[in-house]
């Protein structure tokens, strides 16, 4: 089994409003554009998808999103991509942004992990738990 790795930094995101292609879709429901500009040890562009749904019980709410992210991961150059699930309620948030299996690419390839983010004072920062299958090149 390959380590497990770290990699951490910081990143910019950028949120667009996009149109919700099925017009029958509740006011609740909406859908955007993502863009960042990752930094550290990930270096790195993405860009993705998501699709959100708040309810009327405040703190209530979920998103899903893909995003397909390319650039530099401690040396090793490619793309992947990322499948997220935010589940909040009443407040209490989970969210789980995973590596999806076999997106990996170039030196990339073989990339398994898990992609946590952290949202401190308006500033969002990452710490990317990773194995790669060739850990070794």
Same mark, same amino acid.
């Given at each position: 089994m390959p380590a497990t790795h770290h990699a951490i930094g910081a990143f910019d995101i950028k949120i667009t409003p996009l149109t919700l292609e099925n017009k029958s879709f509740p006011e609740t429901m909406g859908r955007y554009g993502l863009t960042k500009e990752i930094h550290g040890d990930l270096e790195a562009t993405s860009i993705g998808e998501m699709l959100t749904s708040k309810t009327a019980t405040p703190g209530s709410q979920a998103y899903v999103? &893909?995003? $397909?992210?390319?650039?530099t991961l401690n040396g090793r150059k490619g793309s992947f991509v990322l499948q997220h699930r935010g589940v909040m309620a009443r407040g209490n948030f989970e969210?789980?942004?995973?590596?999806?299996?076999? #997106?990996?690419?170039?030196?990339?390839?073989?990339?398994?992990?898990?992609?946590? &983010?952290? &949202?401190?004072?308006? %500033?969002? #920062? $990452?710490?990317?738990? $990773?194995?790669?299958?060739?850990?070794? %090149?």
């Open positions: 999103a &893909i995003e $397909y992210v390319t650039g969210l789980l942004v995973t590596v999806v299996p076999d #997106s990996g690419t170039g030196e990339l390839t073989g990339l398994a992990g898990t992609f946590t &983010i952290n &949202i401190a004072d308006g %500033k969002h #920062s $990452y710490d990317f738990a $990773y194995t790669l299958a060739d850990a070794a %090149k």
